[in-house]
Structure formats: structure tokens, C-alpha cells
């Protein structure tokens, strides 16, 4: 049996996958990863197996989901100077917390189901980012490149570095965004 779609928002759906994911968060910071199951998901969430498994599936697409959902901005990227520096200081900050044990275990997660739903999420959380500063720059008249420019050459990159155990390193970020973006470009 497969997973619902798109459940209802709000109500008694919303309620539920608050507290399933909830439940999955706590429990994958107290405990074994290997000793989470979908029954003391469920226990832990006061809500039947059936309920999870009609909803995600099976566990590793309920961690994908989990996973993306925490992922997800909170709020738009800080403005600190230009939007050359907005990105680049942003850039490093999502390098960094990508980098951590809990960063790549959640990329790997979103990454190990069949459905790419949540990676697509996931990208599309990034580029909505990116277009922040991409605005930002046409609002100021700043050169800058495409929201497609910076996933090819700059979030890609990284994104392969990590999850192959390649720790990008704050100079490699900025040669990164210097190839897209350099330092002598003409204004537009």
C-alpha cells in the first residue's frame, strides 16, 4: 500500500505528522539509530503503526520526509553587506552545517528513497534562498549570477563533497563562487 500524497493540511493530518516527526527528532537524538522503528515511533507519537505506514510508507521514507522538513529555512538569508558577500557568507554557513554528522545524515536520508519528493523539496528550499539574493542584487544593480549558476557551480559541488566525505574548505567555497562571480566583473 502506498503512501497518501498530499494529506489534508491542518486538522487532525497536520497534528499527526507534528508528533510523528516530532517523535522521530527526539528519538534520533537519544537513541541508536538502528533501535528506531515504526511501533516506537508510533508509541512514542500515540498513534497506531497503521497511521505511519499508511502515511510514509515504510521508516526510511518517514526519515526522508523528517529529514527534509528540517531542512527547510527558517527565515530568509541575513544581509551583511553586498549580496556578493550576503552569498558567500550564507554559502559558508550552509557548507557548515551540511558538513555536520546531522547535516549529512539528513542528506543521506532525503537521498535514500525512491520518491524524490523530499530531494526535490530540498533543492527547491535552496534555490528559493538563492533567489533571495539573486533579487537582491537586481534591487541594487549588483552583477550577479543565476539561480542556476550558483546550483550548478556552487551548491553542487559542495553537496558532492559532502556526502562523499570531502569536507569543502572556506577558501574552496570562495573559489567556488569566484568562478561564477568574479571579483573584476563589469557592472551591469
Known sequence: MGHRE???????????????HQSVRDMLTTMDRSDI????????ANVTPSTIYRRWGDLQALLADVAASRLRPECEPA???TARE?????VE???DEMTSGVGRQMLRDVLST????NAEKCSGYTQQQLA??????EASGEPFPTVAELMDYVISPIIYRILFDQTPAGDHIGKL?????PENAPNA
Do not use: C, E, H
Open 93 to 95: 554557513q550552509y557548507a
Open 37 to 44: 522503528t515504526i511501533p516506537s515511533i508510533a508509541q512514542r
Open 177 to 181: 563562487i569566484d568562478k561564477v562571480m
Open 114 to 117: 525512491t520518491d524524490a519528493s
Open 6 to 20: 498530499n494529506p489534508r493540511p491542518g486538522g487532525r493530518s497536520a497534528r499527526v505528522q507534528a508528533a510523528v
Open 86 to 90: 550576503d552569498l558567500q557568507a550564507w
Open 132 to 137: 533571495a539574493f539573486v533579487a537582491r542584487a
Open 79 to 81: 544581509r551583511i553587506g
